[in-house]
């Protein structure tokens, strides 16, 4: 089956820094979605991209959809405490109308004061 | 409008014994998804229910784990007998349809212990 791979699985960055999580596909996506989890909370849906080579931004977070779309970033600019949580990239398989979704490894983000 | 409802929040068995989590999505979703969540770990769909049908239960360790959805609305997720490698969160989420273009909202999840 689809495998959605992450790296890097954890990044520790001062606060105001920036941060890259980068997201693999194994197999070409018809779309992809990002989910922001929170310590102890659950996945939350941040965006999804639909277009070869899409890129959308969100305030400090930019997202963006590689051309072969088997793979995809999301960079956040000047990083603050309230950015900490992980980050799930989740890309679709299956027969059209019954598609599940594969999540990524997720990358771990924790931010110095 | 009112998000994924779970309950119980927290549960903590003995192996060997069985539990039940019940799981009410977002009115008119016509999907709903149960997954698992091992510390550190992405989750990890269980089965998918459209409406009241299977779609996908093919991750589900059959053997153990159960799961219905009656009148296409609610659902319960059970594990009878438990397994120390059970110990996990279960999320359930909701979505309009199927289709891989439309967001999944989650629930708060249950988290298992089993000792």
């Known amino acids: 089956g689809q495998q959605v791979m992450q790296i890097p699985q954890y990044q520790h960055v001062q606060e105001g820094e920036d941060f890259t999580t980068y997201c693999n596909s194994s197999t070409t996506l018809s779309n992809i979605q990002w989910y922001k989890q929170r310590p102890g909370g659950h996945p939350v849906f941040l965006i999804q991209l639909v277009k070869s080579g899409e890129v959308k931004k969100q305030k400090r977070l930019t997202f963006q959809f590689g051309e072969a779309k088997k793979n995809s970033s999301l960079h956040i600019t000047a990083t603050q405490t309230t950015d900490v949580g992980t980050y799930f990239c989740a890309g679709p398989e299956g027969n059209f109308g019954n598609e599940k979704l594969t999540f990524g490894t997720g990358t771990r983000l924790t931010i110095i004061p | 409008e009112a998000g994924v409802a779970q309950s119980p929040r927290y549960k903590i068995i003995e192996k060997r014994q069985s539990v039940a989590f019940w799981c009410n999505p977002i009115?008119?979703?016509?999907?709903l998804y149960w997954y698992q969540q091992i510390l550190g770990q992405g989750p990890k769909l269980l089965i998918q229910f459209q409406n009241n049908g299977v779609v996908d239960d093919s991750q589900l360790p059959k053997d153990r784990f159960s799961a219905e959805r009656l009148k296409g609305v609610d659902s319960t997720l059970k594990i009878q007998p438990a397994k120390l490698e059970d110990s996990a969160v279960y999320l359930c989420a909701s979505s309009l349809v199927a289709r891989g273009h439309y967001e999944q909202y989650f629930g708060p999840g249950t988290r298992l212990t089993v000792t």
């Open positions: 009115s008119g979703h016509a999907t």
